[in-house]
């Protein structure tokens, strides 16, 4: 199933490294939201233009697929921190302490390995498309407007390295807690149940409303 989780952190390096990278995450993960957005503004523009003017967006299909790996892939290191990913629960939700840290680790190693050899592949495919010595330094473009493609096959490798990256500091995380025998790793995500969700979503809205009705007191004192 796919659920959110809490990070701890504290003053540790560890703790500082995954701040620092959850920085870059954010703002990745911005940059794939304002992807979709700028599709949504395509899609009005090219069916308004076919329906008033007789005239749709040229080359929409292309920024399609420009955006495309925008939306698919820059936000995977965030998702990743947050515990957000499709999980299969039903037997590591039952494990703790050490157990579960094994087993967390073993699955977050294998991830990484894979990862890894997504990063080669795709670095590969991006060098194909690239050349400084053609036009656009593109050495293939898209089908109507030929807009040059190795911007998006770019985007594939950074948004993986970013991801290894994650997965080597949940890994020294996960290593450290099953050294210590921690029951509260850092830089790691905790995963809730919905109960749980639902329990810490009612406080968040509960404590909205009291520091809204504090400041309403406060603005009628005035």
Do not use: C
């Amino acid at each position: 199933m796919a659920a959110s989780g809490t990070v701890l952190t504290d003053h540790s390096r560890l703790s500082q490294w995954d701040r620092t990278l959850f920085s870059i995450e954010r703002v990745l993960a911005l940059i794939s939201g304002l992807a979709v957005l700028s599709l949504m503004l395509l899609a009005v523009f090219s069916v308004s233009g076919r329906n008033f003017f007789n005239a749709p967006l040229p080359g929409y299909v292309d920024w399609i697929e420009q955006a495309m790996p925008l939306i698919a892939f820059m936000g995977v290191s965030y998702v990743q921190r947050e515990g957000g990913h499709i999980r299969m629960d039903m037997i590591v939700g039952l494990l703790r302490g050490r157990a579960l840290w094994l087993v967390e680790f073993i699955t977050t190693f294998f991830v990484l390995i894979l990862m890894l050899l997504l990063v080669w592949g795709s670095w590969a495919h991006f060098q194909r498309s690239f050349g400084l010595e053609m036009p656009m330094w593109s050495n293939d473009s898209s089908m109507d407007i030929a807009l040059p493609l190795w911007p998006a096959k770019l985007i594939v490798p950074v948004a993986f390295g970013v991801l290894s990256l994650r997965l080597i500091l949940q890994l020294i995380a996960y290593s450290r807690a099953l050294r210590s025998g921690s029951t509260s790793p850092i830089g790691v995500p905790f995963i809730e149940t919905p109960a749980e969700q639902a329990a810490r979503e009612a406080l968040a809205v509960s404590d909205d409303a009291d520091r809204l009705s504090t400041d309403d007191a406060k603005r009628g004192n005035v």
